[in-house]
């Protein structure tokens, strides 16, 4: 019934998200708001882009894009959880992004040996 809900393994390896965002392979965002950033930091090298501003940001259409986006690069979403950062893929690939991935909470983040600049 709540389907939407379910959380499953990341198609791609944590581990190999982490190899490719420390190469600059792949682009890493943490769509999580300011104040869970400020209680908990991020993962090093993430593009901060709360969820509610993320169709405008991403969208290279719009006067408020990030700069650091790029529509061919990988992209990696991160939340708390995994449940907002699957909502993320959804709007980024209906903006255009085609090799995007959801890589769950910051929490799965670090355990998979991620590093996390503090709060």
């Not at 792949?26 to 501003?53: C, F, S, W």
């Not at 903006?95 to 996390?116: F, K, P, Q, T």
Request: with cysteine; net charge neutral; hydrophobic share 40%.
């Amino acid at each position: 019934m709540f389907g939407f809900m379910r959380q499953s393994a990341p198609a791609l390896p944590l581990t190999e998200a982490i190899s490719q965002v420390a190469s600059g392979e792949m682009i890493l965002v943490d769509i999580r708001d300011h104040n869970e950033l400020t209680q908990t930091g991020k993962a090093d090298g993430a593009l901060h882009i709360p969820l509610m501003r993320l169709s405008m940001v991403a969208d290279p259409r719009h006067p408020d894009f990030h700069p650091d986006l790029d529509l061919t690069k990988p992209i990696g979403l991160y939340c708390a959880s995994g449940a907002r950062s699957a909502m993320a893929v959804n709007v980024m690939r209906k903006l255009g992004y085609e090799n995007v991935h959801n890589l769950g909470g910051l929490s799965h983040w670090v355990a998979a040996g991620g590093c996390c600049v503090p709060k």
